[in-house]
């Protein structure tokens, strides 16, 4: 029964990959993983600023779909502008196939007025693909009487079981103490990841609209209410996030809906604590989905460390008049 499950969950892996052709890991906590969304964010934190985030997303079938990200930013003052570096990897149905990002990230800031800036972004990176063919199971290898795998299929081998490619993405941001604004776009280049030496299988890119407003009875109130909103378009593939965050003390939470243009997918809780330069948070969604009931929903933590934010760091910024962004980011 291990085969079949194994098999079930590639069949789910590949079906979605093919429908959505090649779509992007999705994170819950979008605005905790900020340079994963928008090379523009770069340095928004003043910084340096480290964040680390860890997606389980579907766990009831077998580690479907497991996610990690690291991630370094800060502003320069020199350059008038941010800098930043980050490691992702994307792990689907037991590892049998993998993704390992290296990126850079830089972005420089215009002054609009004394509340408002804006950021253009630029990001270049290395990815490396992998798959396990090995232990790849398709439905020619099973016996639907004796429920057994054969070793055999009739699926042509791929040409190699590594791809490595080049990416580039840019993307800009409008952000005041209260407000943000931006889109984000990857695969610029729209790489070939496809594992035939003769084939093609481009990677659309994709653009992220994101938009978020922050209310505080007065400005130093220690708590907000920030709705926000997300659409993101890759190739066919459409979904949009619509929710809120809200803290008040040292406590954060938020509620955000997920959905696809045709189907529902989940409801995200997040709960957290942001204390001194120290934010730490958990969400879990519940899937809504066909898959509901049968997923085991999704775990994510994310946890940052952002050293602008100690009082001299804030006291400098006052002097020099940056402009803040808003407290969820």
């Known amino acids: 029964m291990g085969h079949i499950k194994h098999f079930i969950i590639l ?7 093919e429908i959505t052709k090649a779509q992007d890991a999705e994170f819950s906590q979008f605005l905790n993983n900020p340079l994963y969304l928008n090379p523009a964010f770069a340095g928004v934190g003043i910084g340096p600023r480290f964040i680390a985030n860890y997606r389980n997303e579907w766990p009831a079938l077998g580690k479907a779909y497991t996610s990690y990200s690291v991630s370094y930013d800060q502003d320069i003052e020199k350059i008038n502008g941010g800098i930043g570096l ?12 993998s993704n390992l990002q290296f990126s850079g990230f830089y972005s420089y800031q215009f002054k609009m007025n004394k509340n408002y800036a804006l950021k253009a972004g630029l990001s270049a990176s290395y990815s490396q693909l992998k798959i396990d063919y090995a232990n790849f199971i398709f439905t020619d290898m099973i016996d639907p009487n004796s429920v057994t795998v054969s070793n055999s299929t009739g699926e042509n081998s791929p040409s190699f079981q590594t791809k490595g490619y080049a990416d580039f993405g840019a993307g800009f941001l409008i952000f005041s103490k209260k407000l943000f604004f931006g889109v984000g776009i990857k695969h610029l280049s729209q790489p070939n990841i496809s594992f035939y030496s003769e084939g093609k299988s481009t990677l659309p890119a994709r653009i992220a609209l994101h938009f978020g ?41 938020g509620l955000n809906y997920r959905y ?49 934010d100690q009082k001299s760091a804030e006291k400098k910024r006052r002097l020099k008049r940056y402009t803040e962004c808003p407290d969820i980011l």
């Open 86 to 97: 980050s490691t992702f990897s994307d792990q689907q149905g037991n590892g049998i196939y």
């Open 11 to 17: 069949s789910i892996i590949l079906t979605f990959c």
């Open 213 to 253: 407003y922050e209310f505080k009875k007065n400005k130093r109130s220690k708590s907000f209410f920030a709705p926000n909103f997300l659409l993101v378009q890759q190739g066919r593939f459409r979904q949009i996030n619509a929710g809120v965050m809200t803290g008040s003390g040292v406590m954060i939470a």
């Open 260 to 308: 696809t243009i045709k189907n529902s997918d989940a409801f995200s809780f997040i709960l957290g604590v942001k204390k001194g330069v120290f934010k730490t948070a958990y969400s879990y969604d519940i899937t809504t989905s066909g898959l509901r009931g049968k997923s085991g929903g999704t775990h994510e933590i994310s946890i940052a460390v952002n050293l602008g």
